[in-house]
């Protein structure tokens, strides 16, 4: 609640990435005020901008009047020391915790020029000394081999590996605005890309597939438009695979070999109710789901049976759920955050307007909560 909040600052321009944290530093991007050129910003925890940084020009927005986004919205990554940080403009850069760049690279001019409909969306994912991107675009007919897994050396920027990845969709469903996911529990790890009609996993060591799993856009009749958003939720032992447009949503257990769609890795699937944007998150046996009409549904991991489905809100949904303390925070496109109670019966806890729309996913850190509205940054908790 606004009484609540400990600080707020206004942003430069509007954006949906989410902040990153770590120690006393905050990382954004956003679009700059003359809604051209993309900065990435730091800022303490105590509400001070430390610097800014510029990631080129050439800011397009996708959809009417910040509808859908621009090209600020791939999030930032950190491991203490670097942060890395992409815009849609195709500019991948990493920079120290006091601004200094230390590599810059065109992701255009390396991998072709971006062709994808509301913009490339997808953040770049840090995992030890790799940064992995994904970039699945091209045209909407015709073949063209635009479909990009890449791992990159973080120190330098250097690529390490590259695969094209295949598939045979076509028309919309070639851009994927996922994020890539890095799976890892005591037995085996993999590196999640998700679009182009397919889950796939690919070897952290060199990018080859191991598996993938279809039939994700396999109703009636192909869906021209059933492009994929919303990334894959993780747990230990469970991938869960959304689609898109209230689309089937799946249970998967990693491993196999090939195409897993049709074999016993599949521990469920719902022909409909999946989100569209949000990301599904998984904790203690339970998959929430955050739906873009504002519907939140409750499952059970193992089964996919369903516990609830109840409205916390009528708005428009963009975030991910985000579980902290405890407790499972939801915001909504007009910036109502609502706190629920986990576990199989539905429980808000509180309800919170902040006035400001949000895209972006709450960051929960150090006790306090830091919302990134479209206006401004903030932090709300105790001093």
């Known amino acids: 609640p606004k009484q609540n909040m400990v600080w707020r600052v206004a942003l430069p321009g509007w954006a949906g990435a989410t902040p990153v944290a770590w120690g006393d530093r905050l990382f954004v991007t956003s679009a700059a005020e003359d809604d051209d050129e993309l900065l990435l910003l730091c800022f303490n925890t105590s509400g001070e901008k430390l610097w800014q940084v510029s990631l080129g020009n050439g800011n397009e927005v996708t959809g009417p009047s910040r509808e859908e986004g621009n090209s600020a919205s791939p999030s930032p990554s950190t491991d203490g020391t670097h942060v890395w940080a992409m ?17 810059r690279k065109d992701l255009q001019a390396d991998y072709g020029e971006f062709n ?18 994904q970039l699945m ?25 590259r695969i094209d990845r295949k598939s045979e969709a076509t028309f919309e469903n070639k851009h994927s605005y996922t994020s890539p996911v890095v799976y890892r529990d005591g037995e085996q790890e993999c590196l999640l890309t998700h679009g182009a009609d397919y889950l796939v996993a690919h070897s952290l060591e060199d990018g080859s597939e191991l598996w993938r799993l279809g039939g994700l856009n396999a109703g009636a009749r192909y869906h021209p438009t059933l492009r994929f958003v919303a990334s894959p939720g993780i747990g ?54 955050a739906g873009e009409q504002g519907i939140l549904t409750c499952l059970d991991a193992e ?77 709300i908790g105790s001093e």
């Not at 815009?87 to 590599?103: Q, S």
Request: proline share 5%.
């Open 87 to 103: 815009a849609g403009n195709g500019i991948l850069a990493c920079f120290d915790f006091e601004g200094n760049e230390v590599w």
């Open 236 to 289: 230990n032992g469970l991938i869960v695979v959304p689609t898109a447009k209230g689309g089937p949503i799946v249970g998967v257990k990693p491993g196999g070999q090939g195409d897993i769609t049709d074999s016993d890795f599949v521990t469920w699937k719902l022909d409909r109710g999946t989100p569209d944007v949000s990301s599904p998150l998984i904790h203690d046996g339970l998959v929430y789901l």
């Open 303 to 379: 089964t996919g049976e369903e516990y609830y489905k109840e409205r916390l809100h009528t708005a428009r949904y963009r975030a991910s759920p985000v579980l902290a303390d405890g407790k499972i925070y939801v915001v909504s496109r007009n910036g109502v955050v609502s706190v629920v109670k986990p576990g199989k019966d539905f429980e808000i806890l509180a309800e919170n307007e902040m006035g400001e729309e949000i895209a972006a996913s709450p960051v929960i850190f150090n006790g306090r909560i830091y919302l990134r509205s479209f206006d401004s940054l903030m932090a």
């Open 116 to 133: 994808i409909g509301w913009g490339m969306s997808s953040s770049p994912v840090l995992d030890g000394d790799e940064l992995y991107i």
């Open 137 to 161: 675009h091209g045209p909407m007919r015709g073949d063209g081999k635009t479909a990009v897994v890449a791992a990159l050396d973080k120190k330098t920027g250097d690529e390490k590996w």
